[in-house]
């Protein structure tokens, strides 16, 4: 640190690209005068001979979902409107707050994180840098904008069925699911409980791994695994550029000497059914009160999912079976994975998709076909953007 203004200048040169959703950008509020005064204090502490703290002068968007202190959560949703400002920061914030990280704005997301097309007729949508004319993907959109633009180093997502990997996908960056609890949910509107992962965004690997280190967790050495078990069912069903791109990337891993192998692995049609009964049965729960209350508050497409909900929730049976069922899922993955050190598949089956096909529910179906196991599994997760046209993710 040559000098006190070395924070204030990355931090101000992040606020130069965070754009307000309305116009194409990342966030729902752009906290500039917040995010300089604390990047000034930690230029007063450097200058006095304070040691650099693990993410000093790192750049931090919030999802919309997360607490900020000062802040209401707004969820991207009219059903929040009037909510009370926060008067504490989630435990995810804080704690990388007190690592140097400097919160530089709220950022977008599909509404109440219940999508995953990132689309937001309320709030409004952030715009795919990749290409205007596709989703962003949800429900962490602008989480996933704000580092693909350089407007934040690291942004906080959520990912209940994929909603940290689907947008990290769609922009090309990378996105990371840890284990279940492994990251505090403490301050986290919530959406499933049992399924709701915190997670971390951002355009290279490097600052998740500095971070997840920060945090007190094995980041572990980037290193070539063993033994890579390959997903050759996702592969059969992805379209003919993802399955390109994976098979371009297997292939530069058995050069190297990686071992590749076909584990069983969990039917995908019974993970899509038991994640849909959980998810959609614990969000009715959730969101039980404010949906009673007023279901014009919410946007069309939650307020049929929410409506979808109530009546999956009344089958207590059913709710019951897809536990269990999730219960055997989990066992044939541990089966799996005791074949190999990590497992590879596409994190979508297909390209983004055009905002035309936003509201064809077909659509968001297809788009965590491939990510929900490892949320039923609560296994971590990464998605990695491939350097190929395709884009397409590869989650590990």
Known sequence: MRAPERVE?????????????????????????????????????????????????????????????????????????????????????????????????????????????????????PQNPLDARLVPGGSSSGSALAVATGSATLAVGTDTGGSVRVPAAC?????????????????????APSLDHVGLLARSLEPIRRAHAALGHDAGRPALPPRVGLDEEALRRSSPPVRAAVDAAVKALTAAGVAVVSPPLPDADLVAEASTLILFSEAAAVHRAAFGADPSRFGGDVRRRLELARELASDSGAVARARRGAD??????????????????????????????????????????FTRLYNLAGTPALSLPLSLPARAGIAL
């Open 171 to 191: 922009c090309g960056v990378v996105g990371f699911k840890p284990g279940y609890g492994e990251y505090p949910v403490a301050g986290v509107l919530a959406l």
């Open 328 to 369: 055997e899922i989990r066992r044939q993955l541990a089966t799996a994975l005791d074949s190999c050190d990590v497992l590879v598949s596409p994190t979508l089956p297909r390209l983004a998709p055009a905002l035309e096909e936003a509201a064809d529910e077909r659509v968001s179906a297809e788009l965590v076909s």
């Open 9 to 125: 200048q990355v931090v101000a040169g992040a606020l130069g690209n965070a754009l307000p959703v309305r116009q194409g950008g990342a966030f729902t509020t752009v906290l500039a005068e917040e995010a300089l005064t604390e990047a000034r204090r930690a230029d007063e502490r450097l200058l006095a001979g304070a040691a650099a703290r693990p993410l000093e002068a790192t750049t931090l968007a919030v999802k919309d979902l997360v607490a900020v202190s000062g802040h209401p959560i707004g969820a991207g949703s009219a059903s929040r409107a009037g909510a009370a400002p926060e008067i504490g920061d989630a435990a995810i914030v804080a704690g990388l707050r007190r690592l140097g990280a400097v919160v530089v704005g709220l950022a977008a997301l599909h509404e109440l994180a219940f999508g995953v097309t990132g689309v937001n007729c309320y709030e409004g949508s």
